[in-house]
Every structure is written in C-alpha cells, then in structure tokens.
C-alpha cells in the first residue's frame, strides 16, 4: 500500500487557516491595511488614556483660540475650579473620558504682586488672579486673603483657614500650573483640540462598524442559511425579503430607520446593521445552496441529524471565508454610512466627535484659510475606509485556493 510522502502528510495535517494566512502574508497591500486597522483599534481602545484633551468628548472649549493653524503652541494657566476635587478612575477616564478639576486660561505672560499674579491673556488682555487660586477652592462669600510676613492666609472652599509659603507658592506655579500644549492638528472654531476630537471620533467610526457588522452577520447568516438549506417556500419568502430591501437606497433606508429609532448613538448602530444583512443573507444562500448537495451533508440525514445541526456544525463553518470577505467590506461601508449620517445630523449627537460630524461643522471653511479643519476628518475617513477594503480583497484572495 502507498504511503503519502512527506509534503502530502504536512498538507493534510495543517487547518485550511494556516493556507489562508499564509497567501495573506504575500499580499503586502492587505499587511499595510491591517496595520492602519490595528493603530485604529489601539488608539480606540486606550481612549482618552493617551489623547491631549482627556475631558468628555474631547470638548474643553477656550473661544480665545478659534481656528488656530495646525502646530499652534500656547502656554495655559491651570486655574482650581470652586468645587471638591473629583475622584477619576482610571476605567472611567478610559471610556468617557474625565471632567478636569481645572480651567485652563491661554497666557502670553505673566508676573507676580504680592499675592497676586498678573497675566497677560492670548489676545492681549490682563487679567489679576489672587494665587490661592490657582491652587485651592477659594471661599466664595469671604475668602478673606492677607499677607504676614512671607506667608499668605486665605480660606478655603470648606469655610477652613489655610496658610501657605508666598515663595512656595510662585515656585509652585511656575513648575505646575503652566502647561505648554501644542495643538498638532489645530483648533476648530470653538477652540477644542481638532487632534483629540479626531482620535475620539477613531472609537466612534469603528463601534459602529463593528457593531453594524455583528448585527448583519447574524441577521445575513441565519436567514440566507434557512433559505438555502430549506428551500421552497422558506426560500421564496426570504428572497422576496431579500428583494425588497435590496431595491430600496441604502442611505434612504438608514434615515429613515435612524428617524424612527430616534436620533442618537445606539441607534446608528442598529440602523446600520439592519440595512447591512442583504449582501451576507445573498451570499450565504448561495453557498448553502451548493453545499447541501454534498455527500457528507447526505450522510448527515442519512444519519438522522436534525436540520439546525447539520446548518450549524457542518455547513456554516465551511462557509465562513466568504462571509468574512463580505464583512470586511461592510464594516468600510458601515464607516461610510455613519459619517454621512452625522453629516446629515441624524447620526451621533454633538457634542460626540463623529468624523462626519467634524466634517459638518467645519465644510464652510473649506473656501478660507482653514480647510483643514473639514480636511482632517475626511482623510481619515479615506484611511480607514482604503485600509478595510485593501484587507476584504486580500482576504478575498487568500481564501482563493487557486492562488498557492
């Protein structure tokens, strides 16, 4: 009896995967794309654990500086707000983000007098801020501030007497409280951090693709898997389904899902989703269709298997290379579908850094100086949508046995 040879043995024992990953690796496009996705997802999952602006939606505002050049750098004084200090977990700041104990003023300079410091503010006007400010919550209704000798007393927020070194406390301020901050991709017209809004609105796009994917995968993969392992009229009313939402515009039909959910974030997702199943209910139909006729789905019946086993353990999982084709260019489409969502105003809400969004505020000056505030968001959006493309036609290609 033959045995196989060596090169035979190895190919029989190793899993279709280690095939696939392997043309993957060829195709450099595809490495390049799953690169930009895996920056993409990093900077989704730490959040504002790394961005400049860690405050709720990226939306610390400072009116001073409007529609500032992208490598725009200021000196901000941090000012205590007259409130107890607010605890930040760090799995907090992660997912929303953290409300700053500060305010941040925009300063060209400043100087000190007596237990005063003297600022000059971005845009040429001074200003005089007592220096237990900048420290402490002051009291209100009395705070009752006096230099003795070269110590300043004050009261604090809690109605309790404080004293601090005067020279301690210009130290201080001159080490802590001045912040040098460089805005890399500029301001927006009301002064937030275009670069901060822009990481943010990277968590956005890719939750809603994700999600959007998820919901079509398990609507497409359980309704085209029972019409083609069913047939008859299992089939014809699904494929009637299929039709019927296939002849309706995209975009139409997510607004209009959108309006009757409600304006919101969730409900992008859902809207998205639901327009999405055509393509992989389509697809998994047609390759159950081709497989139920196989000899081991027969041996199956023969067996006695019910239906729900034979589609779940033996059909889908022969089935899933295309169906992961199709999702990586759905979740580029689901990109897409949302930034035209929140450019429309009918996607996430302000003040939510959706990329589309961005681009809403800030198209108007496209005609000016300041194009790139709409530019920024809208080459992000090509970046993430070429990268999910470029990975859907590599995948499309490795799960292509005729490639090796």
Not at 17 to 40: D, E, H, P
Not at 43 to 61: E, F, Q, T
Not at 214 to 231: E, H, N, T
Not at 305 to 315: D, L
């Amino acid at each position: 009896m033959n045995q196989p040879d060596k090169k035979t043995s190895e190919y029989i024992s190793r899993p279709p995967s280690y095939y696939v990953w392997k043309r993957l690796k060829r195709n450099t496009l595809a490495l390049l794309g799953m690169a930009v996705i895996g920056v993409a997802v990093c900077i989704s999952l730490l959040g504002y654990l790394i961005v400049p602006d860690s405050s709720p939606d990226a939306n610390a505002m400072s009116v001073t500086l409007s529609t500032k050049k992208p490598g725009f750098a200021v000196d901000l004084l941090k000012i205590r707000k007259n409130q107890d200090a607010i605890q930040h977990h760090w799995w907090n700041t992660l997912l929303v983000g953290a409300e700053p104990d500060y305010l941040y003023m925009p300063i060209t300079d400043f100087h000190f007098q007596d237990e005063f410091v003297l600022v000059t503010e971005y845009g040429g006007e001074q200003k005089k801020i007592v220096l237990p400010n900048l420290y402490h919550s002051l009291s209100l209704s009395n705070p009752d501030i006096r230099i003795e000798k070269d110590s300043l007393r004050f009261t604090d927020y809690n109605g309790v007497r404080q004293c601090s070194s005067l020279i301690a406390m210009r130290s201080e301020l001159k080490n802590q409280c001045i912040e040098h901050r460089v805005f890399l991709c500029g301001t927006d017209r009301f002064g937030r951090d275009q670069f901060s809004r822009l990481m943010i609105g990277t968590r956005i796009s890719l939750a809603v693709g994700l999600i959007a994917v998820i919901i079509s995968v398990i609507l497409g993969v359980l309704l085209g898997a029972l019409a083609g392992f069913f047939r008859g009229r299992t089939d014809s009313l699904i494929l009637w389904l299929i039709n019927v939402v296939w002849s309706i515009p995209t975009l139409l039909l997510v607004i209009a899902i959108t309006l009757a959910l409600g304006k919101g974030f969730w409900q992008v997702f859902v809207a998205v989703g639901l327009t999405m199943w055509v393509d992989v209910a389509r697809i998994v139909r047609g390759q159950v269709f081709a497989i139920r006729e196989l000899d081991y789905i027969e041996a199956g019946r023969a067996f006695g298997f019910k239906s729900m086993r034979i589609i779940g353990k033996h059909i889908l999982p022969n089935i899933m290379g295309p169906v992961i084709v199709v999702s990586a260019s759905n979740f580029a489409s689901a990109i897409l579908l949302e930034a035209g969502l929140s450019f429309l105003g009918v996607g996430a809400q302000p003040p939510t850094p959706s990329w589309g969004s961005m681009i809403k505020e800030n198209y108007g000056y496209i005609l000016v100086d300041e194009a790139y505030l709409a530019m920024y968001p809208g080459i992000a959006i090509l970046i993430m949508v070429l990268a999910f493309y470029l990975v859907g036609n590599g995948l499309r290609d490795a799960f292509d046995a005729k490639n090796n």
